[in-house]
């Protein structure tokens, strides 16, 4: 297992810039998960640390060696793809043993590795199979077992769980998280599932549009996030916002009036000096911190249009305003009905305050 | 089944069976006109008759069989795999590999297929002529190398092949060419059976090019000399359907060989 460091990290394509300054350090050991949506780079920043990505500029240092323009091969780097990869025309141990084998290892050593891996994996009946004779958990655990093989310093992974069903993944998860207990390397792991993100992580980086937005333990993006970005990004379902105006402020607490609810307020101790009165801002809620009618510091009434009933918890769809619709979990409570006017309560210390750009007051 | 169901099906089967009809005639006609003498097959005669004997006794005594075969398949094997290695080459590179001049010269290489064949013979004569190659085998199988049609399909069925597994080859130490190599070529082996099955025809069917260039006998591949027993003052065409029975062999041979794998890159190449 080794460090990674990256420092200022872009990546360009022509005029457009992709990655726009990364530095994020990486300790030894850790599981680092990259989560994001689509198109926000988290995949290129994955491959510029494999090296199937020139970087632009900055610089990339994996075990204290800057690693720039270093081959692939030799950056001491595995990569698990989206895909699996797996060579079609080899055997799962021809699969495994390829990466040793052309690098010229003794046909013993490769063997013996090789094994250890399988034996690891549960891959040993498989061993003299082809991948299209494999279940795609099955071939997802050969990928995983190209990868140990090579004992690499740091594993990467690009959303390998992608392309299982939900189950599978579930289970693939769990198998991950176990392995990594295990050989207690150094993973970057690429999801834009923030379930996996919260399961898998020591650490999470969320990335919008080629920019670090937060870097954190999953519970501290969850209890403590910095913008409204990661506050929507982390959770699930995502974070309610509601449109606010500072009321008024006095001695470290902030008082905010819902717009589509004047009379609704609510006391927030934040000692932020950047705001004034009247200022717009954001209440966010998760939908798992709404209380019932009296338990809070404030009561809201909403609209409800679907109610969804899971067993061990409802989803409560409604509205606010007709443009603010927000989520409600409720676990105890199954007889709420569409087109009914639902009291809900607020709790202070179970909600957040963000400014008109979206960045969280304090 | 209902009527119009039943009609519909009736009518594919009678379609299916003109075509393949219409498709197999030749072939049986050829067959049997080989058994038949010259004048017979002249006045129409459409039965199996008793000259097939003779027939091939007089072909093998006008030609030599054996030059004449080792010619064409010297020619169409080489010539096939030269393709195949040079436009597959060309279908990775233009498929794999972003520039900004790679559209327009992949345009360029297509726009080649537009000109006729007519335009290019006399300027490719004189290069060949100045080069000192007529006369040569060599000369047959230079124009036909860089396949602007193979490089084509070659690029197009490259579209398929995932180019994860490029990247997983690059983690595994490879270089380009080695992924070409050991990963590329085994991985796209259907659409390689499928070019050759299609190149290797055109070749050992060529005709205009090599009756231009090929001027003795020495040379001739089986195409040209069955054309000059047909073209003969008094052409024997019993002869003739003997040596073109021998003529079509090779490609019957090498397409039901890799009949499969035909088919396999054949679809591959248009998903």
Not at chain 1, 5 to 11: E, F, G, P
Not at chain 1, 23 to 51: H, N, Q, W, Y
């Amino acid at each position: 297992m080794a460090e990674v460091r990256l420092t200022d990290i872009r990546k360009r394509f022509g005029a457009l810039e992709i990655i726009k300054g990364v530095d994020l350090s990486i300790e030894a050991g850790e599981f680092v998960v990259f989560v994001g949506p689509s198109g926000c780079g988290k995949s290129t920043l994955l491959r510029m640390i494999a090296g199937l990505e020139d970087i632009s500029s900055g610089e990339l240092s994996i075990g204290g060696t800057v690693m720039n323009d270093v081959d692939p091969s030799k950056r001491g780097i595995a990569m698990v793809f989206q895909s699996y990869a797996l060579y079609p025309h080899m055997t799962v141990r021809e699969n495994m043993g390829f990466a040793l084998k052309f690098a010229g290892m003794a046909k013993a050593d490769v063997d013996n590795r090789v094994n250890d891996a399988a034996r690891i994996l549960e891959l040993e009946p498989l061993l003299d199979r082809k991948p299209k004779a494999l279940s795609g958990g099955q071939r997802q655990r050969v990928a995983i077992g190209r990868a140990i093989v090579r004992n690499p310093l740091v594993f990467l992974f690009d959303e390998p769980l992608s392309n299982l069903d939900a189950e599978l993944r579930v289970h693939m998860r769990v198998e991950i998280a176990k392995l990594h207990k295990e050989l207690k390397s150094t993973v970057i792991y690429v999801t834009h599932d923030q379930v996996e993100a919260m399961t898998l992580a020591d650490k999470i980086v969320v990335l919008r549009a080629g920019v670090v937005e937060q870097v954190g333990a999953p519970l501290a993006l969850y209890d403590d996030p910095a913008n409204t970005f990661v506050a929507g990004f982390i959770g699930s379902p995502r974070m309610n916002f509601l449109k606010a105006n500072v009321a008024s402020i006095a001695a470290g607490n902030v008082t905010v009036a819902l717009t589509s609810q004047p009379d609704v307020h609510l006391t927030l101790p934040i000692a932020a000096s950047s705001i004034a009165v009247g200022d717009v801002v954001t209440l966010g809620v998760r939908p798992e911190h709404f209380l019932a009618q009296g338990k809070g510091d404030t009561d809201v009434k909403v609209k409800v249009d679907v109610a969804e009933h899971l067993g061990n918890t409802s989803y409560v769809y409604a509205h606010v305003s007709d443009e603010e619709r927000i989520i409600i979990e409720h676990g105890d409570v199954r007889d709420i009905v569409s087109r009914e006017t639902l009291t809900v309560a607020i709790a202070a210390s179970r909600s957040f305050l963000f400014d008109k750009n979206g960045n969280r007051l304090r | 089944m209902n009527v119009s169901r039943l009609a519909t099906t009736v009518l594919q089967y009678v379609f299916l069976g003109t075509a393949a009809f219409l498709s197999i005639f030749p072939f049986i006609w050829m067959v049997i006109s080989s058994t038949n003498k010259s004048i017979d097959i002249i006045s129409g005669r459409t039965g199996i008759g008793d000259a097939f004997g003779i027939n091939v006794a007089n072909f093998f005594s006008q030609v030599d069989v054996p030059l004449v075969f080792w010619n064409s398949v010297k020619v169409s094997v080489l010539a096939t795999l030269l393709t195949i290695v040079v436009s597959s080459l060309a279908g990775y590179g233009f498929e794999m590999f972003r520039s900004k001049a790679r559209d327009r010269i992949y345009a360029l290489v297509l726009l080649t297929l537009m000109v006729p064949f007519a335009a290019l013979m006399i300027p490719l004569f004189m290069m060949m002529a100045r080069s000192g190659l007529i006369n040569t085998h060599i000369a047959i199988m230079l124009p036909t190398i860089a396949s602007a049609f193979i490089i084509f399909y070659f690029r197009q069925s490259t579209k398929a092949f995932q180019t994860e597994l490029r990247d997983a080859a690059k983690v595994d130490g490879l270089k380009e060419w080695q992924i070409f190599l050991y990963i590329y070529v085994p991985v796209m082996r259907s659409t390689y059976a499928a070019a050759f099955v299609i190149v290797f025809m055109t070749n050992w069917n060529n005709y205009l090019w090599p009756l231009i260039v090929l001027q003795s006998n020495e040379t001739k591949t089986i195409t040209l000399v069955v054309s000059s027993l047909a073209s003969a003052y008094y052409p024997d065409y019993g002869v003739v359907m003997i040596g073109t029975i021998l003529a079509t062999l090779p490609t019957l041979l090498v397409f039901f060989v890799m009949q499969r794998q035909f088919v396999q890159g054949m679809l591959g190449s248009v998903k």
